[in-house]
């Protein structure tokens, strides 16, 4: 087997399952899981309508590239969205079965691993990111956020000779878990980085439809980069899903879009890795991306859900609102393995704890004594989630 298998962290999963192996939660209470990142909202039914209507091409092998049309659509929304004005369908977007396997394979197919390579990352991070560095033949670098930086990596703080060994960095925006939005100048920022050292940025940006005030959508790679006519996006790819903002993670829709250069020998890596997307979910796909008004009533209800989860928490549990996407990053009153083992011993709740998405580094875990909080079940269970929560402090 693969040596670098080895070198793979325990999901997050599994290490809640172990902590909570020896409890037995109340068997009156029935169960939330304010845990795992999977949205609960209802799934467009025009989505799921169209899949049916497409249920002919069951019959069809996809192309790894997509149907053209999906990838206008995709086109279209990007230009929308992030104010680009230069964007080619044909070499600069290419369609992924959801964000997660294209992170990973991405990784695969760009990492020169006869080079010594570092993968940046922030820390906590999204999984993925770690793993992905290790089966590339990479070595990651973790970059602390914290409450003292805001959770926004200090990229300035970055050694010159780690800069010169990195071949790969990982920016979430908004965050997983802690929901910062990196602003626009510390991208501008790694823009000169990347042009000084030569290193990818590698974009997750896969909450920026879910955030609070319509006027203030969160900034993207891309639309910096446009905004510094850097319409060749040279180094820079982002990665963007239908799970979170169309509530369709059973679809495994995604893109990622930017640098022709690196798209063209990603495709022949896809190619042969044989990730390509069902017609029937691309047509399904192409509806999601051209219409808003399910992002915006989705948007609606995870405010209605922060504010309830929040007023009802406050005075026992203070909690500070995420610029975006759907996670509390809060600080827990003791121990955060002690805390979820608690709440899901007590009062049958489910919260994932924050070391579990960190590395301990210099013997400091970014993640410890925080849990993750996913308000993504209905607001009758977030709210009853937070009552529990309130009366068991």
């Known amino acids: 087997m693969n040596p670098d298998l080895s070198q793979l962290h325990p999901y997050p999963f599994e290490k809640l399952a172990r902590l909570f192996s020896d409890l037995t939660p109340p068997a009156d209470l029935k169960p939330i899981a304010l845990s795992i990142g999977e949205p609960k909202h209802p799934s467009p039914e025009f989505v799921m309508r169209t899949i049916n209507q497409q249920a002919r091409h069951l019959a069809t092998y996809p192309s790894t590239k997509g149907i053209p049309e999906l990838r206008q659509a995709i086109a279209a929304w990007l230009q929308r969205r992030f104010r680009l004005t230069e964007l080619d369908a044909e070499t600069q977007i290419l369609p992924v079965n959801g964000t997660r396997e294209a992170l990973f394979s991405f990784t695969q197919a760009v990492i020169n691993r006869n080079a ?212 509390f990053w809060a600080e827990t009153p003791t121990d955060d393995e002690a805390f979820a083992r608690l709440l899901y011993g007590q009062a049958h709740v489910t919260v994932l704890p924050g070391r579990y998405l960190g590395r301990t580094i210099d013997g400091f875990n970014p993640g410890e004594n925080r849990v993750r909080m996913a308000l993504v079940a209905s607001q009758t269970d977030c709210i009853a989630a937070a009552e529990r929560i309130k009366a068991l402090l």
């Open 116 to 327: 010594r390579p570092l993968v940046v990352m922030p820390n906590p991070f999204y999984q993925i990111y770690e793993g992905a560095a290790f089966l590339a033949g990479a070595e990651p670098w973790y970059l602390p956020c914290t409450a003292d930086n805001r959770f926004i990596p200090d990229f300035d703080a970055v050694p010159a000779d780690i800069w010169e060994q990195t071949q790969l960095l990982f920016i979430c925006s908004p965050g997983n878990p802690t929901g910062a939005v990196i602003p626009r100048e510390t991208l501008v920022r790694l823009l000169e980085l990347s042009d000084q050292y030569g290193f990818v940025i590698a974009s997750d940006e896969c909450y920026s439809e879910i955030y609070f005030d319509e006027t203030q959508p969160p900034v993207g790679l891309l639309q910096v980069c446009a905004e510094q006519g850097r319409h060749d996006y040279r180094n820079c790819v982002v990665f963007h899903s239908l799970s979170k903002r169309s509530n369709v993670p059973g679809l495994r829709s995604g893109f990622i879009a930017g640098d022709a250069s690196l798209l063209k020998p990603y495709l022949l890596y896809r190619t042969y890795h044989g990730s390509a997307m069902p017609v029937q979910h691309q047509w399904a796909s192409i509806m999601a991306w051209l219409d808003e008004g399910h992002v915006i009533q989705n948007r609606s209800l995870y405010r209605q859900k922060f504010k309830a989860f929040r007023d009802i928490l406050d005075p026992v549990l203070p909690l500070q609102m995420p610029d975006a996407g759907f996670y």
